[in-house]
Structure formats: structure tokens, C-alpha cells
DNA sequence: GTCTATAGCTAGATAGAC
DNA sequence: GTCTATCTAGCTATAGAC
């Protein structure tokens, strides 16, 4: 994927990235702020990588494959409890600081895809994958008999787009309220809209 | 509230800055571009506001206004269609270019909040006061017995997430199919649960 | 491969004429 | 009030030693 860019060196470069987006934000970034999250000098991340966008994007790569993962390695056989897991996943959890970094930075790079090619790529692949990622686990549970006969890919949009608002309230603005409140609702929503008649949510969202 | 510019300059400032941020985002902003976009020269700015951030907030102050300003016109006496038309209004239309350019600024001043306070007061003030809106709208249709007796507050942090999010994807991302789906998914979501048994969303909507 | 030092530029902001 | 000209700081990126 990216051109030889040793792991090691990859990995202390988006760990500096995450660590210095954390803390200044997109907007404010720059090669000094990153350096001074790591241990070492700012040529080092000029060795590795050609521009400071270069950087950004190696950030945005590892962000995109980790959540990508953390959604596939959802581990139940049981299309009920993936679908409920996957939207808590998705919703975030504002008391992990990192967490909570990581998506702030990644909602900063989605407000700027329109004027950066790059993370256009990236994040609409991203948001493609995790809308067919859900439409599968809606697909699979209409199959089952747990849900009903609605729409997978139209339901799966649904549930990403009150998801990705969600943090955006929550994790860039604080208001936990109204996280707590969104994800209520939600789960509300996938027990009387999307589960079959009959079938409860998993006991930790009931 | 902003401290004695006058109108005529106020609104070539936000004019330009509305400009500036539509073509380069937030990130890349410079007073320079902001200049470009107007007629004036850059010091013109510096005369009016202090700093660069000042002209940001600026644009922010007056964005926030006509987006409220926008949902308070709905003009309709029927809690039905106000709760319709507000959503619609909410996710916004792809088409409409300055509309979107205003929406993707939002959205990156918005992710920026947690590093800029003046930004995370008037963004959280925003969205609570749109809550408070839906919520109103809500509470009217449970009153004229048009709406099913659901929670005001968390119903209209549901809905607004979920436009949210559309924003973000389809503003942003250029994702117009997925807005298409979500809005019907979202229409759907308020004839099912929101109006009560029997009443109908309103012809433009159906 | 990684560092220190610095080039070269552009940013935000100001001075002073009008 | 608005302009042109310009200052200074801080940025991205590179050169050259090790």
C-alpha cells in the first residue's frame, strides 16, 4: 500500500500525527507540532514522507483501516447483537480520550475532503465499506428471520448517517446528553424498525 | 452582539470570508484569499476586526443565524408539516451551492471546536437551540394529537443527528446516493413512529 | 537514517499616506 | 475608512554533517 515505509518508522510518524491532531487539530497542524509529539527531529518525518500532507494522510490510512477493523472484528455469530454492536461501535465512546481524538481528526479531514483530493479518496472508500459492512449484517439478519424484509443498504446508510452526526455533537462539542439521548433513540429504533417480531435486542441495550 | 462594524462592511467581510472558505476550507484559509474574494484589500479587514479568527466568527455568527433564521420561517401552522419541512431543511439540498459551501464551513469549524472556544460556544448554542426547535414542533403534534406521545427532546437530538451526519456525507463527500436513501429512510422513520395512527405525511413527503 | 541548521517563503498584522 | 507597502514570525522543506 504506502511505498515502503518502514513499520516501524510508519508507525511512531501516525502515533506523532494522531498524538499532535489530538491536541492542535487539523486546521492548526504543523511539522514542528507533530515533531514535538515524538521523540524525534521534524527531518525525520521528511525522510519518510515528502510533504506534511504526505503525513496527514498516513494518519487518515491507519485511522481508516482501524476502524474499518474494530467493525469487522465484531465477534458474535448473531446478526442481533452485531447490529446493535456495530452502531454502539460507531457511535463512539466520548470517555476515551483517544478515541475521541481520532474521530474529532477524522470528522476535520471529512470537512475538508471537498478541497483535498486525498482524503476524498479515503474517506468516501471508508463510508462505502462501512455501509456495506452493516448492509451485510442487516442482510444476514433478514435472511435469519431476526429482522424484517426492510431495505439493507438504505438502512444501513440510515444507521451510519445518525451515527457519524452523533460524534459529531458528541465528540467535537461535549454534548453527552444528547449522546445519550441519540443512542436511546437508535437502539429504539433498530428494536421496533428492524428486528422481526418478537426478537429482543441483546440484553446490554435493552 | 458584534461590537459596532458596520452593517455595509459586516456583510462584504462575511460575504468574502462565506467565499473564501467555499473554495480553500478552513484549514487552508489566509487573509489574503479572504481579500481575493472581495474587492476591498486585506488591511480593509484588519480595520474592521482584529484578527484573522475574528473574521471567522464572524462568518459563524452570521451562518448560525441564517440557519436558525431558515427553520424559525417554516411557515405553516401545521406540526405535521413543519416537522417534514424542518428535516428537510436540516440535511440540506446538494444542489445548491452556497448552501453547501455554508454547510461544509460549518461542519469544519465545527470539528475544529474542540480547539477553538468561540467556535464551541456558538456551535453548541446553535445545535442546542435547534434541538430546542424540533423538540418544540414535537411537542405541538403530541398536544394536537397528530404526533404519538414519544419524547420531545430525544425525538428532535435523533432527528437532527441524523441529518447531521447526511450533511457530512453527502455535503462533503459528494455521497448523493446515500442522502437520497437516508432521506427516505428518515421520512419513513417519522410517518412510522412520530405521526400517530392514521395521520399522513404531508403529499410533497409521501 | 537521523540530526542540526537554515533557506526561502508566505502568513498575519501594522504603518503611514491619502 | 481604505489603500499600498512592509515588517516579523513561523511555516514547510532541504542541505550537509554524522
Tied chains: 1, 2.
Excluded: Q
Amino acid at each position: 500500500m504506502s511505498d515502503a515505509v518502514p513499520d516501524v518508522a510508519r508507525a511512531e510518524i501516525v502515533g506523532a500525527v494522531r498524538r499532535a491532531l489530538a491536541k492542535h487539530g487539523y486546521a492548526r497542524l504543523t511539522t514542528k507540532k507533530v515533531a514535538a509529539e515524538s521523540e524525534k527531529s521534524e527531518a525525520f518525518f521528511f525522510y519518510h514522507y515528502d510533504t506534511k500532507d504526505d503525513l496527514v494522510v498516513a494518519f487518515l490510512d491507519w485511522a481508516t483501516e482501524r476502524s474499518a477493523e474494530r467493525l469487522a472484528a465484531i465477534d458474535s455469530d448473531d446478526p442481533v447483537t452485531r447490529l446493535f454492536v456495530a452502531c454502539d461501535v460507531l457511535v463512539g465512546d466520548y470517555e476515551d480520550e483517544d478515541d475521541r481524538g481520532i474521530n474529532v481528526a477524522m470528522m476535520e479531514l471529512l470537512s475538508h475532503a471537498p478541497h483535498d483530493e486525498a482524503f476524498h479518496d479515503r474517506l468516501s472508500a471508508y463510508k462505502r465499506s462501512v455501509i456495506d459492512e452493516l448492509a451485510a449484517i442487516v442482510s444476514l439478519g433478514i435472511e435469519s428471520g431476526a429482522f424484517r424484509d426492510v431495505d439493507p443498504e438504505a438502512t444501513a446508510a440510515y444507521l451510519l448517517m445518525t451515527a457519524d452526526g452523533t460524534t459529531g455533537a458528541v465528540m467535537a462539542l461535549g454534548m453527552t446528553d444528547v449522546g445519550e439521548k441519540v443512542r436511546e433513540r437508535l437502539f429504539d429504533y433498530l428494536t421496533s424498525t428492524v428486528l422481526a417480531d418478537g426478537v429482543s435486542p441483546p440484553a446490554a441495550f435493552a
